[in-house]
Structures are given as C-alpha cells and as structure tokens.
C-alpha cells in the first residue's frame, strides 16, 4: 500500500510502486483532469502539482512522490466555485478540445503561487513545457494573465 | 397522449428506417453528399426529414434537439442549441441537445468539411421553425383563434389573457411529420439568441476534471487493452513468443489474429508493461517504402488520373513559373486516440470520438461480421481531432479486444508513438504555377497543376480501419477516390477565385499511395492557397504593385473585397514600417470557394543567422454568413492560424525504408509557447439572415500563405517548400543577400 495526498486528503492505493503517478490519479483514484499525452515529459497534458512544483505525472513512479503534496485540476475548485485559474479560462473560453488545459491550468498555477506578478513574457516562457495542438495559445496566455489579476486581488487559493 | 422517441425506436418499422437506416453516400465523407431524390429540403433535413428526428418536446416541456453532427471542441453543440432556441424561441437553457449516436440521432455522415453549421445548423433553424409554427396551428384550432393572432414565446403560445405551453401542444404525434421545403423563418433582424457569444456548453466539465472525454470514461468491470503495431507500414509478424506476457501481472488476454496483436489487463499500466514486453518478443518482415528524400518525385513518377477543372481562354505558357511541396504531416491530437467497448447479449456497444458513428458503425459490422443493428456507436468527445486521426482505428481496437473477452467492457488507448506513426497523415503534395502579367499590371495566363493521393480514406467499409487490415484474412481498403469539384480533395482550392481571363487547372490524382493517407483539415486547399498565395506576392513584386491592392485588382465578390480590406486595416497594412529581418505578409481565400471568406496579414521576424522565425501581430477577418456564436468562430480561425503556423514552420512526417520515424513530440516537432504570435485579432463579419458557411477550416490555407509571404518580405528570399525550416529560411536569406 502507497500513502498518497492528493488535493488535501490522505489516500491509501495498492499499486505497483513503479506505476506513474498519471494512472493512479485517473485509475485508482477516479480524478480526470491529468491526461495520458506522451508518456514522455515531452508535451504536459499530465502536469499535476507535487508541493507547489510542477511535474510530469506520467514519468513519475508514484513511489517517487513520497509525502509531497499532490494537487490537480479537481483541487482548484469545481464548476459551481470555481478556483481563480479556472474561472479565468472560462471567462476568456479558453479552450477548443480542452485536452492539454488541465496541464496549463496546473502548470499556471504553480506559476502564479510562485511569482503572483508574473508577466506577459513570464507567463509565456512558463508554459514552454507544454503543448497545444487546436493553436489557443493566444486565449490561454491571456487566460493565465487574468488568473494573475484574480489572485492578486485576494483570490488565491 | 404522445409517443415517446424511444418507444418509437422500440417499434421499430418505417418509421426508424427514415433516419437511422439510410445508407451513407460514399462520398459524403468531405463533404460532396450525394443528390438526394424528391424535394430539396434545407441543410440534413434532405437526408432526414422527419421534424422528430431533430427536435423532441415531452409533455412536461422539455425539448430536446438531436444532431447528427459531433463536437471536437469547435463549439457547434452550443451554436446548434443557439440556433434551436432562436426559431422555438425558448431560453437557450431550455434546451438539451444529443449529438451524435447510432441510436438516437439522425445519420449526417461525417462531422467535417467544415459543414455542420451549412447541414445541422440549417436543418435545425428550419425544423425548429416547422415545429412552432406546428404549435401555433395547433392553438390556433384549441383557443378557436387565428394563427396570425398568436404569438410563440418561452415556450408556450401566447394569445391575448391566454396561452398553451408546447408540451401541452404536442400530442398525437404531431411532430412526427416530414419537413417542409419551406420554412417561415423569424426575422433575422430581431435575433436573440443568435449572434451572441453566449459561453461554450462543453467547457466547464473540460476545467474542472469533469467526464468530458471518452477518455475519462470508466465502466465497472472495465480492463484496459494496448496493441502491438507491426515495425513499420506492410510489415508481417513472423514470430511472437506470448507465454512469458501471458504469466505478467494482471494480463487477462493476449488478442492474436493474423498481423492484428494487442493484450488485455485488468489494469492500465499492466497492459502497457505487458504491450511492451510483448512488442519486444515479436519479429516482423518489413516491408520497403520510397525513400524519404525523393518522395515528391516518386510520387510524380505514379499513374495520375488528370481532370481538368477550369478551361478558361487560352492561357500561355507563362513567364512566372514557380513550383511549391508540402510533406506528408500529422493531425498529432495531444490526446492519443481512445475509445472503449462492450459486447453484451449479443450486441456491440462502441464508444467512440470517431466523426462519423454511422459510418464507423457500418465499418465495425462488417468487421466483426454482425447485423448493423447489433452494433451501438456513441460519440464521447475526444481530443484534438483535425481530421481522420486514429479515432475510428482504435474504435476497431476495442471492438476487436472487446470481442475477445465477452461482457468485459474494454479501453483501449494508443500510445504517443502509435499516434505518430499509424494515424492516416495529411497527403504529401506538389503543384506548379505558371501565369503571365498582361501590360496593364493584371494576371492575363495562369495555369496550375496539382499532384495529390487521395484526402479521404475514412471508414464506412471495414477495409479502411487499421486494425481490419492487419487481421490473418485482411479487409482490404477501398480504391482510393478523388473527391470530386466543387468541394474537392487534393483539388480543394486549387481555382484561384481571382478573376483571370486565360486559365487552366489540372488536377492530378494519384491512386497509389505509399504510405496511409487521409483527410487533415483543409486537405488539398492547405498546399492550393499556399500556392497561389505565395504566387500572387510574386506576381504582385513583377507588376510593382502592393500585396493587398494586387489582390483587389483582380476580386470582383464583395464579400472576398470586405475581408481583405478588413483585414489589411485592422493589421495597419499601409503604415508597417519595413525593416531587414521584419517582414509583412498578406493572404486570402474564399475556403472550398464556397465556405467562409478569410483573410490574414501578419508580420515575422526572422533571424537570418539561425532561420528561426517568429511571427508577431496578426489580424485576420472572416465572413462566415451569418454569425451564430462570433467568438466560437473567432477561437475556429485564431486555432487554425496557429495550427497552421506549426504545419509550416515545423512540421514534416520522417521515415527510413522500413519505419516511420517521425514517432514523438521530439522527432516531430510543432510549435510551442515560443513560436505563437505575439497577438492574434479576428474580425467577424456576420450576414444574419444569409447562409452559414463553414468556418472551421478557413484560414489555414491563408495563414501558410501569409507566413510565407511575410518571411519573403523579411529576407528578400522565396521559399516554396513546406516547412518552412531554419535551415531553409537561412539558405534563402543567404542566397538572397548574396545576390
């Protein structure tokens, strides 16, 4: 049995220590918002938190998390209160398929409790790691340029 | 008391025949649907005409909307509700809508072409319209009073001190009518809902870690399926040595069948250790493709079917004389193709992000020799799309996988490498232009000839899924075909819409392909407009004459003249101050030249001494008809601007003689964070009241153009061979400054 915290609460899985992190959360676990994009480090779609960093989930064994926090889309918050990020890229409709969005908005967020400040230019090397085939790049770096604006105003979560 | 729709499926009969049993034209696929017989009914109302097909109210008021058309996250589940509240008008919210389901909706073939607003979207404004004004007929006989007194509104009908609600206006089946050739449309000047850019339905559940994809979904019981693909495209498994992956953890199944490998787990990552384990205990016979340098001309070296498609005049032989290549390229969903399947009581049930259930159902029947009425395909959203990717493969997958192993609901998900190298890729493709400039500074001679495989290999006959090919008796894929004008495949906008007085267009279709080719949004056009294009700056330098006003000189449809003036102002066309290394480029097309109208300017700078090119502001203006949800249509052409920038700066499909290589992100690169413009403004132009075009696939064509031209303008230097690379880039810029 692996001891794993995720968005706040404490969970026990039976797995084998050297399966990713990305199946436990979306097999084991029941949480969708980490996708399956590579299975490389090389495009982001799995990009959840461990302790405030972001990281790929589906290189990573989840006997490596140890006691590390680990937080995904589900623990910003949920469609009826939804967190900053997440309201932000509703509000901008950011978004075609949606597929790599979750990896953005994780990517974003450990971003923005790093540096709340963060600026255009920032924002856009930050997100370098990850990748977005429909091309709404342009919506989600102005995305994550609004979450910056709702966080700075007391909204961060 | 009314029939419900489903008992009305239940009945079975005629009246289910009307919508779920017409056979798919074969070359609906891209557009092109077949000439149906009696009247002509607007927009998929041809191909289903009962009005209860397409709109269901229940007794209690709720109204359901049904089309046959799938969201991919181009928005058109909210446009269609948008349109179905306008002409009911109810409240937006009032409405659930079903897309597509093999049991529940209307067959429309495939969602693509950029067609659903053109096919759902008119089927549904006018079958929402028949439907009120059958409610108000329908009060107008309860309340004693003429319909011309009555009003429709929050769905009920109004007349003065009294009002009947639809639910209660529906009875006896009066919904279950064929629609009428003519419909008493609201007045587009007073829309409400329409024209709104209301919030997309499908993007809360995509931001929060809702079900949102066939991805996500989990069935109790369900395992979980991986395939062993051959070592590269025709190659034979000679051995497989399964005893040791049989004994791995958790492996329930290893599928054999012929060349057809894959193993079932109970969990994911056991079946992904177990797939690979496998994969490296099978040997293959490979099978030789052409070399990868050469591919143009050994494409060019193939029997061709030529048609001539435009014969205007007597065109020479011309003094400008250019030829342009695109590479064979991938759809590359971040999302590799997904889908999960159920065999239970004798009956298959497939869920899918394929763009065509019906078409995918038919091919799933005959693959695993089973009465259509036995298989079920329901469409889940999946990722990306962009054409025909692995979705409807991996759909066979399951079914294959699920067969196996009866009563077990199986998922299947590919890997990023069997994305790579086994989707269909977008065909490589070669044209030629040669035109002459009359004194006047005019185009008086073009010709043009355009050299493609075939852009549709979709299913709808078990022969064109992967995984049927591959099994001990092979379905073998159907002739390639041509998709014919207007709409066109490797010919897709190869007519310049520029009006020349001597012209000729040659479209030569090449039926032997040596490696799989299907649609990839914009098919032929992508390569067309990036041709004519790049050869309208061209001939605009030899007459001396400015990009934009060239292309007015020879536009005479408004629509095209507003987009491109549009365009240019919103860029600040006349007042871009050229620099070394900062260039401007201009484009515009009219897509399938009768869809949307678009046109893009956008600026690139360029590092002569690495190549590499970044490209900054740009604007764009699009006519899409009448606009239904303006900022879904604006997210549709800032997407295919920036997915077209990636197709032609990065990316080309890679092999050696037995393999693709081309297999991840790293191999084959697209465009990240640091190669996205600086900014990106679309300008819609809306008609209300005249026909949606499709909008989808507008501006790819033009944004290649425009990068091109732009890069030209930047460097001194043409480049027509796509991409766009730094090392190309830097070759050009340097032949340039040498001479």
Same mark, same amino acid.
């Given at each position: 049995?692996?001891?794993?915290?995720?968005?706040?609460?404490?969970?026990?899985?039976?797995?084998?220590?050297?399966?990713?992190?990305?199946?436990?959360?979306?097999? *084991?676990?029941?949480? +969708?918002?980490?996708?399956?994009?590579?299975?490389?480090?090389?495009?982001?779609?799995?990009?959840?938190?461990?302790?405030?960093?972001?990281?790929?989930?589906?290189?990573?064994? $989840?006997?490596?998390?140890?006691?590390?926090?680990?937080?995904?889309?589900?623990?910003?918050?949920?469609?009826?209160?939804?967190?900053?990020?997440?309201?932000?890229?509703?509000?901008?409709?950011?978004?075609?398929?949606?597929?790599?969005?979750?990896?953005?908005?994780?990517?974003?967020?450990?971003?923005?409790?790093?540096?709340?400040?963060?600026?255009?230019?920032?924002?856009?090397?930050?997100?370098?790691?990850?990748?977005?085939?429909?091309?709404?790049?342009?919506?989600?770096?102005?995305?994550?340029?609004?979450?910056?604006?709702?966080?700075?105003?007391?909204?961060?979560? | 008391?009314?029939?419900?729709?489903?008992?009305?499926?239940?009945?079975?009969?005629?009246?289910? $025949?009307?919508?779920?049993?017409?056979?798919?034209?074969?070359?609906?696929?891209?557009?092109?649907?077949?000439?149906?017989?009696?009247?002509?009914?607007?927009?998929?109302?041809?191909?289903?005409?009962?009005?209860?097909?397409?709109?269901?109210?229940?007794?209690?008021g709720a109204i359901t909307v049904f089309t046959g058309k799938v969201e991919l996250g181009q928005g058109v589940k909210t446009a269609l509700q948008q349109v179905a509240a306008e002409e009911l008008v109810v409240p937006f919210e009032r409405i659930t809508m079903v897309t597509a389901d093999t049991e529940r909706t209307p067959n429309e073939g495939i969602t693509s072409g950029s067609n659903s607003m053109k096919d759902s979207g008119t089927?549904?404004?006018?079958?929402?319209?028949?439907?009120?004004?059958?409610?108000?007929?329908?009060?107008?006989?309860?309340?004693?009073?003429?319909?011309?007194?009555?009003?429709?509104?929050?769905?009920?009908?109004?007349?003065?001190?009294?009002?009947?609600?639809?639910?209660?206006?529906?009875?006896?089946?009066?919904?279950?009518?064929?629609?009428?050739?003519?419909?008493?449309?609201?007045?587009?000047?007073?829309?409400?809902?329409?024209?709104?850019?209301?919030?997309?339905?499908?993007?809360?559940?995509?931001?929060?870690?809702?079900?949102?994809?066939?991805?996500?979904?989990?069935?109790?019981?369900?395992?979980?399926?991986?395939?062993?693909?051959?070592?590269?495209? #025709?190659?034979?498994?000679?051995?497989?040595?399964?005893?040791?992956?049989?004994?791995?953890?958790?492996?329930?199944?290893?599928?054999?069948?012929?060349?057809?490998?894959?193993?079932?787990?109970?969990?994911?990552?056991?079946?992904?250790?177990?797939?690979?384990?496998?994969?490296?205990?099978?040997?293959?016979?490979?099978?030789?493709?052409?070399?990868?340098?050469?591919? %143009?001309?050994?494409?060019?070296?193939?029997?061709?079917?030529?048609? !001539?498609?435009?014969?205007?005049?007597?065109?020479?032989?011309?003094?400008?004389?250019?030829?342009?290549?695109?590479?064979?390229?991938?759809?590359?969903?971040?999302?590799?193709?997904?889908?999960?399947?159920?065999?239970?009581?004798?009956?298959?049930?497939?869920?899918?992000?394929?763009?065509?259930?019906?078409?995918?159902?038919?091919?799933?029947?005959?693959?695993?020799?089973?009465?259509?009425?036995?298989?079920?395909?329901?469409?889940?959203?999946?990722?990306?799309?962009?054409?025909?990717?692995?979705? *409807?493969?991996?759909?066979?997958?399951?079914?294959?996988?699920?067969?196996?192993?009866?009563?077990?609901?199986?998922?299947?998900?590919?890997?990023?490498?069997?994305? %790579?190298?086994?989707?269909?890729?977008?065909?490589?493709?070669?044209?030629?232009?040669?035109?002459?400039?009359?004194?006047?500074?005019?185009?008086?001679?073009?010709?043009?000839?355009?050299?493609?495989?075939? %852009?549709?290999?979709?299913?709808?006959?078990?022969?064109?899924?992967?995984?049927?090919?591959?099994?001990?008796?092979?379905?073998?894929?159907?002739?390639?075909?041509?998709?014919?004008?207007?709409?066109?495949?490797?010919?897709?906008?190869?007519?310049?819409?520029?009006?020349?007085?001597?012209?000729?267009?040659?479209?030569?279709?090449?039926?032997?392909?040596?490696?799989?080719?299907?649609?990839?949004?914009?098919?032929?056009?992508?390569?067309?407009?990036?041709?004519?294009?790049?050869?309208?700056?061209?001939?605009?330098?030899?007459?001396?004459?400015?990009?934009?006003?060239?292309?007015?000189?020879?536009?005479?449809?408004?629509?095209?003249?507003?987009?491109?003036?549009?365009?240019?102002?919103?860029?600040?066309?006349?007042?871009?101050?050229?620099?070394?290394?900062?260039?401007?480029?201009?484009?515009?097309?009219?897509?399938? +030249?009768?869809?949307?109208?678009?046109?893009?300017?956008?600026?690139?700078?360029? *590092?002569?001494?690495?190549?590499?090119?970044?490209? #900054?502001?740009?604007?764009?203006?699009?006519?899409?008809?009448?606009?239904?949800?303006?900022?879904?249509?604006?997210?549709?052409?800032?997407?295919?601007?920036?997915?077209?920038?990636?197709?032609?700066?990065?990316?080309?499909?890679?092999?050696?003689?037995?393999?693709?290589?081309?297999?991840?992100?790293?191999?084959?690169?697209?465009?990240?964070?640091?190669?996205?413009?600086?900014? !990106?403004?679309?300008?819609?132009?809306? %008609?209300?009241?005249?026909?949606?075009?499709?909008?989808?696939?507008?501006?790819?064509?033009?944004?290649?153009?425009?990068?091109?031209?732009?890069?030209?303008?930047?460097? #001194?230097?043409?480049?027509?061979?796509?991409?766009?690379?730094?090392?190309?880039?830097?070759?050009?810029?340097?032949?340039?400054?040498?001479?």
């Amino acid at each position: 049995m692996i001891e794993l915290r995720v968005n706040g609460r404490v969970h026990r899985v039976d797995a084998d220590p050297q399966t990713p992190l990305l199946y436990v959360l979306r097999d *084991d676990l029941g949480l +969708n918002a980490a996708k399956f994009g590579c299975g490389l480090g090389q495009c982001g779609a799995c990009t959840v938190m461990a302790d405030g960093e972001a990281i790929y989930s589906c290189i990573t064994p $989840v006997s490596a998390i140890g006691t590390r926090a680990i937080r995904t889309v589900e623990g910003l918050g949920t469609v009826d209160a939804p967190g900053p990020v997440q309201r932000a890229f509703m509000e901008h409709q950011a978004a075609q398929c949606g597929y790599c969005i979750p990896g953005m908005m994780m990517r974003a967020q450990a971003l923005l409790e790093r540096d709340p400040g963060a600026s255009a230019a920032q924002i856009r090397q930050a997100l370098q790691p990850n990748l977005c085939r429909c091309g709404t790049h342009m919506r989600i770096l102005k995305a994550v340029a609004r979450a910056a604006e709702l966080m700075g105003r007391g909204g961060k979560t | 008391m009314r029939q419900s729709r489903r008992e009305f499926l239940a009945t079975g009969g005629a009246l289910v $025949v009307s919508f779920t049993l017409a056979p798919l034209p074969a070359l609906a696929q891209e557009g092109g649907h077949a000439a149906p017989t009696g009247p002509k009914l607007p927009g998929s109302l041809t191909r289903n005409p009962m009005l209860d097909a397409w709109i269901r109210i229940d007794a209690n008021g709720a109204i359901t909307v049904f089309t046959g058309k799938v969201e991919l996250g181009q928005g058109v589940k909210t446009a269609l509700q948008q349109v179905a509240a306008e002409e009911l008008v109810v409240p937006f919210e009032r409405i659930t809508m079903v897309t597509a389901d093999t049991e529940r909706t209307p067959n429309e073939g495939i969602t693509s072409g950029s067609n659903s607003m053109k096919d759902s979207g008119t089927a549904i404004l006018n079958a929402a319209a028949q439907v009120r004004a059958i409610l108000v007929d329908e009060a107008a006989r309860r309340l004693g009073v003429p319909a011309a007194q009555l009003t429709a509104r929050d769905g009920a009908v109004h007349a003065s001190g009294r009002s009947i609600t639809y639910g209660d206006l529906v009875a006896g089946g009066n919904l279950h009518v064929n629609a009428a050739a003519e419909s008493k449309l609201l007045d587009p000047s007073r829309r409400v809902v329409m024209g709104r850019a209301l919030a997309r339905l499908d993007i809360p559940a995509k931001v929060t870690g809702g079900v949102a994809y066939v991805h996500d979904l989990r069935l109790d019981g369900m395992v979980h399926a991986r395939t062993v693909r051959p070592a590269g495209p #025709g190659a034979r498994l000679r051995s497989l040595d399964a005893g040791a992956v049989e004994r791995m953890p958790g492996v329930i199944k290893i599928v054999r069948d012929g060349n057809y490998v894959a193993v079932v787990a109970a969990r994911e990552f056991q079946a992904i250790r177990a797939a690979r384990a496998l994969g490296d205990r099978t040997a293959w016979e490979p099978a030789a493709l052409p070399q990868d340098a050469s591919i %143009h001309a050994h494409l060019l070296g193939l029997p061709a079917r030529d048609s !001539v498609i435009l014969d205007r005049g007597s065109p020479d032989a011309g003094t400008f004389a250019a030829t342009y290549r695109r590479p064979y390229q991938l759809h590359g969903a971040i999302g590799p193709s997904c889908a999960v399947a159920q065999m239970r009581d004798g009956k298959l049930t497939v869920w899918t992000h394929s763009q065509g259930v019906y078409p995918l159902r038919d091919a799933l029947a005959e693959m695993v020799r089973m009465p259509r009425e036995k298989v079920h395909c329901v469409h889940m959203e999946g990722s990306g799309c962009y054409g025909h990717n692995g979705a *409807d493969d991996v759909a066979a997958d399951a079914a294959l996988c699920a067969l196996a192993l009866p009563g077990r609901p199986v998922r299947v998900q590919w890997t990023r490498e069997e994305e %790579h190298a086994w989707e269909p890729f977008g065909p490589a493709m070669e044209s030629r232009v040669r035109a002459s400039l009359e004194a006047s500074g005019r185009i008086g001679s073009w010709r043009y000839d355009v050299w493609s495989n075939t %852009h549709s290999t979709r299913p709808g006959k078990a022969g064109n899924l992967l995984p049927a090919m591959l099994l001990a008796t092979p379905f073998i894929p159907e002739p390639p075909r041509a998709i014919p004008q207007p709409e066109g495949g490797g010919d897709r906008n190869a007519i310049p819409l520029y009006v020349i007085p001597n012209a000729r267009v040659v479209s030569h279709f090449i039926a032997s392909s040596p490696l799989r080719t299907s649609a990839l949004r914009s098919l032929g056009a992508y390569l067309n407009v990036f041709a004519i294009e790049s050869s309208m700056d061209e001939l605009a330098a030899a007459a001396r004459a400015d990009p934009v006003e060239f292309r007015l000189r020879h536009l005479e449809d408004q629509r095209a003249i507003a987009v491109v003036k549009a365009a240019a102002e919103r860029f600040g066309w006349t007042s871009f101050e050229r620099r070394r290394g900062h260039g401007r480029g201009f484009a515009f097309a009219r897509y399938k +030249n009768l869809a949307a109208y678009c046109a893009i300017a956008m600026e690139a700078r360029v *590092d002569p001494e690495t190549g590499d090119v970044r490209i #900054g502001r740009v604007a764009a203006a699009v006519d899409s008809g009448e606009a239904v949800n303006p900022d879904g249509i604006r997210n549709q052409i800032e997407g295919g601007i920036v997915q077209s920038i990636s197709w032609t700066l990065f990316e080309a499909v890679t092999w050696e003689p037995q393999r693709i290589t081309s297999r991840d992100w790293a191999r084959y690169p697209i465009a990240r964070f640091s190669h996205v413009p600086e900014s !990106v403004d679309v300008h819609v132009i809306s %008609h209300p009241g005249s026909p949606f075009l499709g909008t989808g696939e507008a501006s790819q064509g033009p944004a290649a153009a425009a990068v091109a031209n732009a890069v030209a303008d930047a460097i #001194g230097g043409r480049i027509r061979d796509i991409p766009l690379t730094p090392g190309r880039v830097h070759a050009a810029a340097g032949a340039s400054a040498a001479a």
